[in-house]
């Protein structure tokens, strides 16, 4: 099935596959986060701060935003009502600016409502993907943007980052890292989990159908997001 999945080359890069949950292909280590590259265009970096840019695909599209700082710096938190308990997650907002600015622009669009998170893994990294309005792995909002938050990043468990198809190309779909997970500082952090981690790891416990790879496929619980609730601090 072509699942835009998050593929974790430990070496080499935690990719958002488009073209395929980033199972481990023979060449490859069996633990990356990728989205096919010609699904997404990289942003175009010379576009300060955050480098909005068009890409394909355009699902649910609900515009471009258009980054202001003021609104940007405001912090948040986001609650995810899922059809397995809810998820609340405290925006980094001083740290990833751009990021969270077009995580609460799609929330509060209700891009998010009515969509389900489509991987699970289990071996090797320990995540659980979300944001695809498709369901494939293969969704994008119809924008890519810059990395950001990358210096020094790691994933402990609670982490929230976002997945991709290779530097500067962020776009909807993002993952919750429910264990500790040694990955390459590539994919942007840009909140932790303050609530629900008992149902990441419910979820996880169920376990996931191995259809990418062993380890890695769509959830045994589905996980619908039901909507996402941003709340000013």
């Known amino acids: 099935m072509n699942r835009r999945r998050l593929s974790l080359v430990a070496a080499a890069a935690l990719v958002l596959g488009v073209s395929g949950v980033a199972s481990a292909d023979s060449g490859s280590a069996p633990h990356t986060l990728a989205l096919a590259p010609h699904h997404v265009r990289a942003a175009d970096t010379t576009d300060s701060p955050c480098g909005f840019t068009p890409a394909v695909p355009a699902d649910r599209f609900k515009g471009i935003p258009v980054f202001a700082a003021t609104e940007a710096a405001k912090p948040y938190t986001a609650r995810l009502s899922t ?18 600015f077009s995580f609460r622009f799609l929330a509060q669009r209700h891009y998010f409502d009515g969509t389900h998170c489509h991987r699970l893994t289990t071996q090797h990294i320990y995540v659980l993907q979300c944001g695809d309005p498709t369901g494939t792995g293969s969704g994008g909002p119809g924008y890519s943007f810059k990395d950001e938050n990358l210096t020094g990043a790691t994933y402990p468990a609670g982490t929230v980052a976002m997945a991709n198809a290779g530097p500067n190309t962020n776009g909807s779909q993002f993952f919750f890292v429910w264990k500790d997970t040694q990955l390459p500082p590539d994919y942007t952090p840009f909140g932790t989990v303050t609530g629900g981690m008992d149902v990441l790891l419910k979820i996880a416990r169920a376990g996931e159908d191995d259809q990418n790879a062993p380890g890695d496929g769509f959830p045994t619980l589905p996980v619908g997001i039901r909507h996402v609730r941003i709340t000013a601090h």
Not at 83 to 98: D, E, Y
């Open 83 to 100: 059809s397995q308990g809810p998820i609340t997650v405290r925006a980094l907002t001083a740290k990833a600016p751009c990021t969270t």
